[in-house]
């Protein structure tokens, strides 16, 4: 074989050579995703658990909570609205941060339809997170995640 055939040949293999490189690549670049979104979902799941956690352990906040809950904002005196204007705060920022993680696509639409009930009786429940919400609270968070609340309204 001359030379000439064998430098053809060699760029050949060279050439399937960087296609299988680019190959291996791209699949290496989606596993790296889907372990993003696993991870991303386990810290959804984890700061969820921890919203619940504060409420559990915190006699204070759950008491408002109950007495909100049952009475109304009527028997609520102005530390139990700060109290519960900051629960809305911290349960409305772990949302519009799924809300940032389906924009970006590392959330699933299904989930972010699910958030949107669960969004939606929460704020149904609580009264004084909505009477903040529509006082100015919505200027705390993204505007695209805030039209997605107003749209509930």
Not at 55 to 66: F, G, K, P, S, T
Request: proline share 1%.
């Amino acid at each position: 074989m001359d030379s000439a055939k064998l430098h053809d040949w060699m760029q050949v293999i060279g050439i399937f050579a960087v296609v299988a490189s680019l190959v291996f690549v791209g699949l290496q670049m989606r596993q790296d995703q889907e372990i993003a979104k696993a991870t991303l979902y386990q810290m959804r799941s984890d700061s969820a658990r921890e919203l619940g956690m504060a409420v559990l352990e915190n006699a204070e906040l759950r008491d408002v909570i109950v007495r909100s809950n049952t009475a109304g904002a009527e028997g609520l005196s102005p530390n139990d609205n700060l109290l519960i204007i900051v629960n809305c705060q911290t349960v409305l920022g772990h949302f519009e941060n799924s809300h940032h993680l389906f924009q970006l696509g590392f959330l699933s639409a299904e989930q972010w339809t699910a958030d949107l009930k669960q969004i939606a009786l929460f704020i149904g429940r609580n009264s004084e997170c909505k009477q903040a919400w529509a006082d100015g609270q919505r200027s705390t968070f993204r505007p695209s995640f805030a039209e997605e609340i107003d749209a509930m309204f």
